[in-house]
């Protein structure tokens, strides 16, 4: 498709750098009024999170690409989608797969969920080296170079949002989660730094960041490990004996704080849930500064053992 001569002319103007940024604050001053974003992608939609949001966007108006990983998902979604009475238009689109990623560029998105993930549950000490790399190519490089290209096309319409669904894991750390965990600080470190980089161009960047939330989601992480190719035998921990750490709440707060940040109407850049975790969350941030290598050393934490004590999918009563 030929991009119209203005679209052409404020893309160089932006990349090149060309004009001071009060200039550029001028070419988007008459999109900012009265405009409004509308078609939104939202990947990894087939289950959990995005599934949900797709269809309460579609409710609410927005004209939604839903994207799931693999074809047999998509009737499927289409189903769910018009037994529900809302409109989806649903694709096929793995963050992994390059050809998967050219072909959103076509789509006109104006609104970018990056919601698509994978966990991966064990100790950093056993998980083998192929499920690391799959864990960090669905998680960050996959949605990264989907983000290059569409930003730059909101970059040359002027406007635009990008939602990186991160996790209370990308602020915290927890045993048995570590690569995960690995995985979401990266993309907190990516969405707080493209925030900076696209603010001058009127792009928006929020991250949401949900806790334990009873989807089934953390409950197959302590499952993976059936299905590493490694040496069962050399393995430091059992884990047909752990389970996740944590009760898990009701992922209602998850679904309208993500449709919510995904329609423009919460303008935080950070969206934490359940919020009774906020507290907790910043604290634990903070601990690192006070650790000291020694303590209770040839002790078992707490919060591993929790692993071996708690049930799957054992919901917060509280």
Not at 9 to 38: C, H
Not at 209 to 218: E, Q, R, S, V, W
Not at 260 to 274: F, H, M, T, W
């Amino acid at each position: 498709m030929l991009r119209s001569a203005r679209a052409c002319f404020v893309a160089e103007y932006y990349i090149r750098g060309i004009g001071k940024p009060q200039d550029r604050d001028f070419l988007f001053r008459n999109k900012r009024k009265g405009s409004g974003v509308k078609k939104v992608l939202i990947t990894g939609s087939g289950t959990g999170f995005g599934h949900e949001v797709a269809m309460r966007l579609a409710e609410k108006g927005f004209d939604v690409i839903a994207a799931v990983e693999i074809w047999a998902q998509v009737q499927t979604l289409k189903r769910q989608a018009a037994d529900r009475g809302v409109n989806l238009r649903v694709e096929k689109l793995d963050v992994t797969d390059a050809g998967d990623r050219k072909k959103a560029l076509a789509w006109g998105v104006e609104i970018l969920v990056n919601n698509a993930g994978v966990g991966e549950g064990g100790s950093t000490l056993d998980i083998p080296a192929a499920n690391m790399r799959r864990q960090f190519e669905v998680n960050v490089i996959g949605p990264l170079l989907l983000t290059q290209g569409i930003a730059k096309q909101m970059v040359e319409r002027g406007e635009g949002r990008i939602v990186w669904v991160s996790s209370r894991e990308g602020l915290n750390v927890n045993p048995f989660t570590g690569i995960y965990a690995a995985s979401k600080h990266a993309v907190e470190a990516i969405a707080e730094t493209m925030a900076d980089e696209l603010q001058e161009f009127n792009i928006e960047v929020a991250t949401v960041n949900p806790g334990p939330f009873l989807t089934g989601f953390n409950d197959r992480m302590f499952q993976t490990s059936q299905s590493w190719e490694d040496d069962g035998s050399n393995r430091l921990f059992d884990y047909s004996k752990l389970a996740f750490p944590r009760a898990q709440f009701d992922p209602e707060p998850v679904y309208a704080t993500m449709t919510a940040v995904a329609a423009g109407e919460i303008d935080s850049y950070r969206n934490l849930e359940p919020k009774s975790m906020l507290e907790e969350t910043k604290r634990r941030i903070d601990d690192p500064w006070s650790r000291k290598t020694k303590d209770r050393l040839g002790k078992r934490p707490d919060n591993l053992q929790a692993s071996f004590d708690m049930e799957p999918e054992t919901p917060f009563t509280g």
